[in-house]
Nanobody
Framework: QVQLVESGGGLVQAGGSLRLSCAAS????????MGWFRQAPGKEQELVAA????????YYADSVKGRFTISRDNPKNTVYLQMNSLKPEDTAVYTC?????????????????WGQGTQVTVSS
């Protein structure tokens, strides 16, 4: 069992930065692939970024490439999402998730554990 708790969301102006953190419980965190998803009002949830168990493989949605960076610190049981050059269209609830697939996955249904989410609002 893995419990995930996100933090770091908030209100920021366009062009600004935020760093989201996702703290995980459990001694097997380092064996899980991790992902950050987001859901904007009226839209489907989408995968923003994913990272493999050791951090060697990452994936980014086209909409965030070059602006967002996913990373993890396994000894601290934490995964991060650094978000730079934020745009109003980045406004959403951001949720981290863990998958038993160590290489991570682009498919939502592959993720086994989910956090509660944190709101990110980007003003224009």
């Amino acid at each position: 069992q893995v419990q995930l708790v996100e933090s770091g969301g908030g209100l920021v102006q366009a062009g600004g930065s935020l760093r989201l953190s996702c703290a995980a419980s459990g001694r097997t965190f380092s064996s899980y692939g991790m992902g950050w998803f987001r859901q904007a009002p009226g839209k489907e949830q989408e995968l923003v970024a994913a990272i493999s168990w050791a951090g060697g493989v990452t994936y980014y949605a086209d909409s965030v490439k070059g602006r967002f960076t996913i990373s993890r610190d396994n000894p601290k049981n934490t995964v991060y999402l650094q978000m730079n050059s934020l745009k109003p269209e980045d406004t959403a609830v951001y949720t981290c998730a863990a998958t038993k697939r160590a290489a991570s996955s682009r498919r939502r249904y592959d993720y086994d554990y989910w956090g509660q989410g944190t709101q990110v609002t980007v003003s224009s």
